[in-house]
């Protein structure tokens, strides 16, 4: 999939901003609204929670203290901050624990994929928007994007006694499908517009290390103060350790914030987590 969304925007040179745009507010919200209509919730929603926003913000944090030492630009700060906050939990990390740490650490990566989708598609927006304008604006921003009603009208369903309308579900459900595959092809699009001379290699290695290394360590840190089911905390861990999430990519096309260095991260990271993963599962498991 990767190959052909590779291979077609070097033959067609496609307009990225277009895909981006109907990725953002027609299949993505569709996907989320899905997950968290279909999802059960629990106790641990709250743990997770509390897990999601003090490792979100700790990181933002870091590269609030990189930016103003590097005297990057907005811009450059955004993306940066993008690229290293914000995780690839469902692709890789809910496989990959069921794989390595069995059924009930499973359980706790799909409530931790999301939580986190949840906070992503509501701060990460923000953040993006914010790249290039006012808080007002990048707030105004979130406010209209698909995804908040995707996230707020489920919830209230399940809260309620009325299910949601089956033929509506269905029409969503068929959207949501599409996402994850249109989210590769487009990644896999902006990454055949990269090119590797212009690369900052010393910010590129930056963001992998905060990404792959930082993120974990400072999960473990704080894990270190909280007794909590040491299954949990495993999985805590390791989902801090994913590569940045392919949908970061969408935002940083549809909000022109350095998309060809957020996709870079966004590719390398995978490649390079395959090594940093399987150092931490060595710990594990």
Do not use: C
């Not at 033929?167 to 499908?177: E, G, M, T, V």
Request: glycine share 4%; hydrophobic share 55%; no cysteine.
């Amino acid at each position: 999939m990767s190959v052909f969304g590779f291979a077609l925007q070097k033959k067609y040179r496609l307009d990225l901003k277009t895909v981006s745009t109907v990725s953002l507010y027609v299949f993505l919200p569709a996907l989320v609204f899905k997950t968290i209509y279909e999802t059960s919730w629990n106790i641990n929603y709250l743990h997770i929670g509390i897990y999601i926003i003090l490792l979100t913000h700790g990181l933002i944090l870091i590269n609030y203290l990189i930016n103003k030492l590097l005297k990057n630009n907005t811009k450059e700060s955004t993306a940066l901050i993008l690229s290293t906050s914000f995780m690839n939990n469902g692709n890789i990390g809910v496989p990959l624990a069921l794989l390595a740490l069995g059924q009930v650490a499973f359980e706790y990566s799909v409530v931790i994929m999301i939580v986190h989708t949840i906070f992503m598609s509501t701060t990460g927006i923000y953040i993006a928007a914010k790249g290039k304008a006012s808080w007002k604006i990048a707030l105004k921003k979130v406010l209209q994007n698909p995804i908040i009603h995707a996230v707020y009208i489920p919830i209230l369903f399940k809260l309620s006694t009325f299910p949601f309308p089956d033929p509506l579900f269905k029409s969503i459900d068929f959207f949501a499908q599409g996402a994850i595959p249109l989210i590769m092809i487009t990644l896999s699009m902006q990454l055949a517009e990269i090119q590797v001379t212009k690369f900052d290699w010393v910010k590129t290695s930056l963001a992998l290390s905060l990404r792959l290394i930082i993120s974990p360590l400072l999960v473990f840190f704080v894990l270190s103060f909280f007794s909590l089911d040491p299954l949990l905390e495993k999985v805590m861990i390791l989902q801090a350790a994913m590569p940045t999430a392919a949908i970061i990519t969408i935002y940083a096309l549809e909000y022109d914030v350095l998309p060809d260095f957020v996709s870079s991260i966004t590719f390398l990271s995978t490649v390079f987590s395959m090594i940093t993963l399987s150092i931490i599962l060595s710990f594990m498991v």
